[in-house]
């Protein structure tokens, strides 16, 4: 297992130009980091519809964005789009390559993030080497249909225990559940932080919505 990169960001926004209000992704994006201490938030690139050409562009544009913010950039399963455009990592999706390749591919100074849908998912990234995991869902999703059944507050601790890695809680998540979430937790079982789609993306104000959701992890 190589040794994992530090993570220090709170908050993994995933991006889902669907839910968007007016549409702009660029423009939420950006909204979402403005304010944002640097290195607190994580955007990840999961635009999986689009064609390869499309998503390069809108990285490019948001590796600026990132890069203004000091937030890291990572692309959803396409390592060879991450590369392109100096992304500081890849999502792998369940059902994608594994973190030995993608770490082959991508060198041992980039993040390598995993899907996770039960603890020992999250124990077999820890195995692999990936640096962090992303669990869900723990409540049902505010941005979908929910796929499979939620986990709760006792699934989230029990994929927390399950591996020596950094883990997300995703599905559902809003300021007053985050924080819920980080007050009842033991240290020992605690979540590195959530992952947000429709709880930043689908607000009225990105900004905002992620101001009162950093403020609620603290």
Sequence with gaps: MSSRLRISFRLYLITDRRVVKDGDLIAACAAALSATPPGSVALQLREKDLPASELYELALQLREICSRAGAPLIVNDRVDVAIAAKADGVHLPFDSIGVSMARKLLGPDRLIGVSSHSPPDVAGAAREGADFAVFGPIFDPLSKTAARSAWGASG???????????????????????????????????????????????????????????????
């Design 156 to 218: 989230l601790k029990a994929a927390c225990g399950a591996g020596d890695i950094a883990v997300f809680a995703l599905g559902g998540i809003t300021p007053e559940r985050a924080h819920e979430l980080f007050a009842s937790a033991e240290a020992t079982a605690r979540p590195a932080g959530v992952a947000s789609i429709g709880a930043i993306f689908g607000a009225d104000s990105p900004a905002l919505a992620t101001a009162a959701m950093l403020a609620a992890l603290k």
